[in-house]
């Protein structure tokens, strides 16, 4: 049956055309095992009533003390309602601008975000993790899987990049299933052919590139080459300042030659390995965008205001970047002819190419996270227990403290 369904999913995407729209049909990627909350939900319980410990929490931050991250856990695990999860947001936020903000436990997170996702609430899971400064929301690789296949389920590929940009800005592109999903919904989304903002290219450009760097292969260079393109292209349009900030990327100005370094590479290699064809098309386009954008630009049809604004924008080494563009359209045609001449053009597209990768090997990759996942479980119930005996006991402490003090009042108070 799996069999089958992927067989007709590789089958309609060899059909896509240059990142054509077509393939956005419903489905998802990780294995029912995979997605499987039985070792979650197996852990061992600690009930709460959360109206108890939301008076709690209130009555501590009014007094100025910090609260536990045992106890923001146990507010995380015991939601049982959309509103609940509204209310963990709340004190999420509140206990990231405490004293104890450092402590937020890894199996918190995990909940957290497992939570919005049983109870309808994407859209929180997504906010914390965008605003994660804010939040202290920072998930492992399982948690980012989970998140991102639960949009791809939906064919929802642009929340999906929205996730793979938080995986990229935290580089946690460690595990072979994160690079295969990752790339996954970045194709997809391209293949819907969407209007993008600068900002938007730079972001997917970004996960392309650092995601790709991970795949050896014809999918991993073809995600390095329109990476690459797409940060050149900002690189171009708004100067490098604008390419770096924020990012984990190099400080250094030549994106778009990084791209054709990328294309040289594979033209000198031996072996099989390719470039996607309608990954050389839409760079092709994106450089003809950029030429027609510096023939404008040059052409002085731009007001005086535009002109001042863009000054402040780039540096004498941007412009001098920008005199390259002629130089690598040139060379791009050159390369992609000696490409093609070669047959180092795979005729399908990036995105049926990134689906073959994952039926070929997101299975074997699942198998090491699963047993991970075991493990990390169980150390996340050995800490936490450790953290309910600590507290029991500096309860007690402190109840014998006050015994003692009464105890000695009282002492006083007869002498």
């Not at 309602?81 to 903000?101: G, I, T, W």
């Not at 390719?274 to 839409?282: A, E, G, I, V």
């Not at 002819?337 to 039926?359: I, W």
């Not at 227990?385 to 105890?407: D, F, P, S, Y």
Request: charged share 25%; aromatic share 8%; proline share 3%.
């Amino acid at each position: 049956m799996a069999a089958s369904v992927w067989k007709r999913c590789v089958t309609a995407a060899v059909k896509v055309k240059c990142l054509s729209p077509s393939f956005s049909a419903r489905r998802w990627l990780l294995s029912a095992a995979y997605t499987d909350t039985k070792v979650w939900e197996a852990r061992e319980k600690d009930p709460q009533n959360l109206a108890v410990l939301a008076t709690t929490m209130d009555r501590t931050y009014d007094r100025n003390l910090p609260v536990s991250s045992l106890t923001v856990s146990r507010f995380v695990d015991n939601i049982s309602s959309r509103e609940e999860v509204d209310q963990a947001e709340y004190y999420l936020y509140k206990f990231r601008h405490s004293p104890n903000c450092w402590y937020l436990r890894d199996w918190t997170i995990h909940s957290w975000i497992r939570q919005c996702l049983k109870y309808g609430a994407r859209e929180k899971a997504l906010h914390t993790l965008k605003n994660k400064v804010q939040y202290g929301i920072f998930p492992d690789d399982f948690t980012f899987n989970l998140f991102i296949d639960s949009y791809i389920k939906d064919g929802d590929f642009k929340s999906a990049c929205s996730v793979v940009e938080e995986v990229m800005l935290q580089e946690a592109f460690n595990l072979p299933s994160t690079q295969i999903l990752s790339l996954y919904a970045l194709g997809s989304f391209l293949a819907t052919r969407p209007q993008l903002a600068v900002s938007e290219e730079r972001a997917l450009g970004a996960s392309l590139l650092i995601c790709g760097l991970k795949q050896d292969n014809t999918v991993g260079l073809s995600a390095q080459l329109l990476g690459n393109a797409l940060l050149g292209k900002v690189e171009m349009l708004k100067g490098i300042h604008a390419v770096f900030k924020g990012m984990p990327l190099f400080w250094s100005h030549g994106y778009l030659g990084r791209a054709l370094a990328v294309m040289e590479r594979v033209a000198a290699a031996s072996g099989d390995v390719k470039l996607s064809k309608d990954t050389l098309d839409y760079i092709n386009g994106l450089l003809q965008e950029l030429s027609s954008t510096s023939d404008s630009d040059s052409s002085g049809e731009e007001s005086a205001g535009e002109g001042e604004k863009k000054e402040d924008i780039v540096d004498e080494d941007d412009q001098a970047e920008q005199a390259k563009l002629p130089q690598y359209v040139s060379r791009f045609k050159e390369l992609s002819s000696q490409l093609e001449s070669q047959d180092k053009l795979d005729p399908a597209s990036f995105q049926a190419l990134v689906t073959t990768l994952a039926q070929q090997d997101l299975a074997a990759a699942e198998k090491p996270d699963l047993e991970q996942y075991k493990s990390r479980v169980q150390a996340w119930e050995s800490e936490n227990r450790q953290l309910i005996q600590r507290e029991k006991e500096m309860r007690e402490k402190a109840e014998q403290e006050k015994q003692e003090r009464l105890a000695a009042r009282a002492a006083a108070q007869q002498a």
